[in-house]
């Protein structure tokens, strides 16, 4: 398989190469044949090229099985002024590859427990799935700018709410059967047909799928109060955008929480939901885990390995069981360890 | 002063009549003259006169000076073909009073830590506020439906934008001297502006409060990972929307929390945050701690009785301590008391 890894700005570079090194470990163990082809994206292509997603990094993709992405982002691409920005070229190759849903699992884990801000025993058995539309809404709407307003517009077709619902409620099919959707459709025009889009679908097509609908202001307290209730939930971009950083802290730390982002065809880009961590960037600290779980959903979507996603997801289950921390995952700064050292310790767990 | 109070729906009615007992304990013992007249909003207005906002209800409102309202909204009006919904009476009294500053304070009280899903450790001390942009944004932008798609228009003018920051700047000066501005600048031209106009209205009028920006994604995970380090905070209409009710679960529950909202002139609408709540309408059981902390708001910011104000917030606050805790405030089903019972504890405090 022909694997493109866009590391991106920040921590970028640290946590990609340590999904690399496990993806390497498996190939290796199962007889898998994997290329490696490395693309700028982001700042890091922004100061090499001019273009936060150069024509020679869309071809790679465009060809890729699958793409690993580390983040891309920082402060010295963040000027108010600047034309060009490190998350146009993220937002350009979802697009470009048409990448319309992008999965986002939440499952705590035991060890964790403690660096949620989260009541434990809430968190018992939490083991959700959002799924954010991401190529339309208003990320994508026409944009204005004079010298005294601003406008972005938020559109959404029949055919991208569709084929969104579809995604997911296949997958609640295959879960529990349970699919919560979320708008504002006492306010929003998209949501109200948003609402009657999915209610249509799940009605048609997937009558054995139980749907409810949530108010995204109900959903963000619901999703704290009861997050043991969710099973699989889809809503639109920027709804979602919002909704899964939030899921983020019943996980106890971003840096455990990878995600998928999927089209109609194989392939994809598989990214940690972290940002590029500038404060951090280079000192060997940052956690590698949502980056090694990413390229789990990488084996399990991209390439049909379900056998060597799980086995990676339990080699990360076992070394967090066995303590190895970052210092974003516990509160016993002497006991936090670094990138190499959970590199190291997922790799042993897979042999 | 010519009180309005608009009852609305569901749990509306009883949580009102609770905080309008306790303006007119208020009013005897100040010897203040308080007249109430009550009108019809939402889902009973509709039923009685085709409007969500009766024009009559408008008048009153516009001559009042200051309005408490309960709730609107309910199953019985939110068939997805209806063309006239509770919430549009709402939004257009907030629009037509020019309220275009929602100020939603969150202070965890120690008697309901046991309420909310976020560890009690990181909610000592917790003491922040938010104010909302009401008036502006995708709420009333111009919205389309067409056979295959829908759109909604986020617009925002300079105009908007500084006057609300200016309220917050302003409330930020009189309290810890900080304000955090939150918005989706790496991706929404409207958040650039706003990103644009915050950083000078601060910086050329309130060169003494120190700002700092946050994306909204970001900020939906530090409001819960350290909500102590938030003192006021300042956003556009969706992302207020979202983040006060995420910010709702610091108390525990929605039942606790009050809202201003406010405008260039005296006067206001006053109304606890939480919704209509219709499976529990009528029962004698809502919790009226929002709506009678909503009163105080109104004696605050709409007849400048801050001592009053105060008066009524201390009595709140040793009903809570003396476990007077409705069903949503304790898992002690058997304690739990009724909005009739909280009512005469806050007024037996006011003595
Ligand atoms: C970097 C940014 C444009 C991006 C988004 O908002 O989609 C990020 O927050 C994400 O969630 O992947
Ligand atoms: C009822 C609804 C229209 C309203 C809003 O979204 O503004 C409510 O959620 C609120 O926060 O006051």
């Not at 995952?329 to 360890?337: H, N």
Request: glycine content about 10%; aromatic content about 4%.
């Amino acid at each position: 398989a022909n694997i493109v890894v866009l590391p991106g700005d920040g921590i970028g570079p640290e946590v990609t190469a340590a999904a690399v090194d496990v993806l390497r470990a498996v190939a290796s163990r199962y007889g898998h044949d994997f290329h490696f082809r490395e693309h700028l994206i982001g700042g890091a292509a922004i100061d090499a090229t001019g273009s936060a997603l150069p024509a020679e990094t869309l071809a790679a993709a465009r060809s890729a099985d699958a793409i690993l992405l580390g983040a891309v982002g920082g402060p010295k691409w963040s000027d108010p002024s600047t034309r060009v920005r490190p998350e146009q070229g993220l937002l350009a190759i979802r697009k470009a590859l048409g990448l319309f849903a992008n999965l986002r699992p939440v499952k705590p884990h035991a060890a964790t427990l403690g660096a949620s801000p989260i009541k434990p025993h809430l968190l018992q058995g939490v083991d959700l799935i959002v799924v954010r539309e991401l190529t339309g809404g208003i990320y994508f709407g026409d944009k204005t700018r004079g010298d005294g307003d601003a406008s972005d517009l938020c559109r959404y077709s029949v055919a991208e709410i569709e084929r969104v619902v579809r995604h997911a409620a296949a997958l609640a099919r295959a879960r529990s059967g349970r699919l919560t959707s979320v708008d504002k459709a006492n306010v929003l025009e998209t949501s109200r047909l948003w609402r009657d889009v999915t209610t249509r679908i799940v009605g048609e097509e997937f009558p054995d799928v139980q749907l409810e609908h949530q108010l995204v202001d109900s959903m963000a307290m619901h999703l704290l109060a009861r997050p043991r209730s969710f099973d699989v939930i889809v809503t639109e971009n920027m709804f979602g955008d919002i909704l899964t950083d939030e899921a983020a802290m019943l996980a106890g730390s971003l840096g455990l929480l990878p995600s998928a982002s999927l089209g109609e065809g194989r392939g994809g880009i598989f990214e940690p939901i972290h940002g590029s961590a500038p404060d951090i960037a280079g000192k060997g600290i940052a956690n590698p885990y949502a980056a090694i779980l990413s390229a789990a959903m990488l084996l399990r979507h991209a390439l049909e390995l379900e056998g060597e996603a799980q086995c990676v997801e339990l080699a990360v289950s076992q070394a967090l069981d066995a303590g190895v921390l970052t210092a974003d995952l516990t509160s016993d700064r002497a006991r936090a360890v670094g990138t190499r050292a959970v590199t190291e310790a997922v790799l042993e767990q897979l042999e």
